[in-house]
């Protein structure tokens, strides 16, 4: 190098939950929009929702899996979990968890 040079790197932050192919920011959005017999994946991560928005998510009757410390590419998991912040409350539907730590 001669002289002084710039550089631009964008860095694209991983979704916090996925539905198949599609990333969603939070779980609420994710869990709105899952069918019954989904599985969600969740980044190994603190989640970003509040148990209220959860909650409100919950009620809709639908049963689904969520699967919690996925990598960023969400290929494997990390070993890590997934931390939700509770309380939470199931009103109706059913929901198969692994890799979740409710604080």
């Known amino acids: 190098m001669t002289g002084a040079k710039g550089v631009t790197a ?3 932050l991983a979704p916090k939950a996925k539905i198949g192919t599609v990333g969603h920011a939070t779980l609420a959005t994710a869990y709105g929009v ?3 017999g989904d599985i969600i994946l969740l980044l190994d ?3 970003p929702d509040n148990c209220l928005d959860i909650n409100a998510a919950l009620g809709q009757g639908k049963n689904i899996t969520l699967k919690g410390g996925y990598k960023a590419d969400f290929r494997g998991t990390s070993g890590l979990p997934t931390i939700l912040h509770g309380p939470f409350k199931i009103s ?3 929901i198969s968890v692994e890799g979740l730590r409710v604080r």
């Open 10 to 12: 964008t860095f694209t």
């Open 45 to 47: 991560s603190e989640m």
């Open 92 to 94: 109706s539907g059913r």
């Open 34 to 36: 899952a069918a019954t």
